[in-house]
């Protein structure tokens, strides 16, 4: 299935202020600089692209695939659980329009790794991503929502990048004509989730085969 966001989460799975609070980090580092941490470490495991293949805070995603498949019984996989809702299914007809499915046509079941069965068999599609489906999924719009080891990975990560802004870190100039210049100092990071937060997410990462 090729996913495209269409609604990301409005909110992230802690605050600032948890998380400075979290780390023991004082005015240091300001509210906003953390904040873009926070993001960033989210972002990491959250979503099509995270290391969990999880979607964490309330996000809508579209799904596009070929054809519905034939073989277990038309089985479905609907990634990034936790699942809260399927919106909408729809497909091109042989004259290529779209058509919704009706919803007393499928079932969902929810679960760890929730999926979709036809309860008939599915129709006939024509053309390249000829199928849409369309979800709603994460464990909620709080970031208490989310589990705690999960959140306090998230705290870690920022943390990691907060102590490597005054550590090995880049520094790059901007320079405005008449203006004059700013340095800003970029954290030098592999991209990795590093191993206490990899303990603490193993039990959510999922491995879909």
């Not at 277990?72 to 909408?88: S, Y």
């Not at 497909?91 to 036809?118: K, T």
């Not at 210049?181 to 999922?206: F, I, N």
Request: proline share 7%; with cysteine; hydrophobic share 40%.
């Amino acid at each position: 299935m090729r996913l495209t966001l269409v609604d990301g989460p409005a909110v992230e799975p802690l605050t600032a202020i948890e998380a400075k609070a979290r780390l023991n980090i004082g005015d240091e580092v300001s509210d906003e600089v953390m904040e873009a941490y926070i993001t960033a470490a989210r972002q990491r495991i959250d979503g099509a692209v995270g290391w969990l293949g999880r979607a964490l805070i309330t996000q809508t995603w579209q799904g596009k695939l070929d054809e519905f498949p034939t073989c277990d019984n038309g089985r479905i996989d609907v990634p990034l659980p936790p699942l809260q809702e399927i919106t909408e299914i729809s497909y091109l007809d042989a004259d290529g329009l779209p058509v919704v499915v009706a919803e007393g046509d499928y079932q969902v079941v929810y679960g760890p790794r929730p999926f979709i069965v036809p309860l008939a068999s599915w129709p006939s599609v024509t053309g390249t991503d000829g199928i849409t489906i369309e979800f709603i999924a994460g464990y909620g719009d709080e970031g208490t929502d989310v589990p705690e080891p999960i959140r306090v990975a998230i705290a870690l990560g920022a943390g990691r990048m907060a102590s490597m802004s005054t550590r090995g870190s880049s520094i790059t100039e901007e320079v405005v004509e008449g203006v004059g210049s700013t340095r800003y100092a970029t954290p030098k990071d592999t991209g990795e989730v590093d191993h206490v937060s990899q303990s603490l997410l193993s039990t959510y990462r999922l491995h879909w085969v």
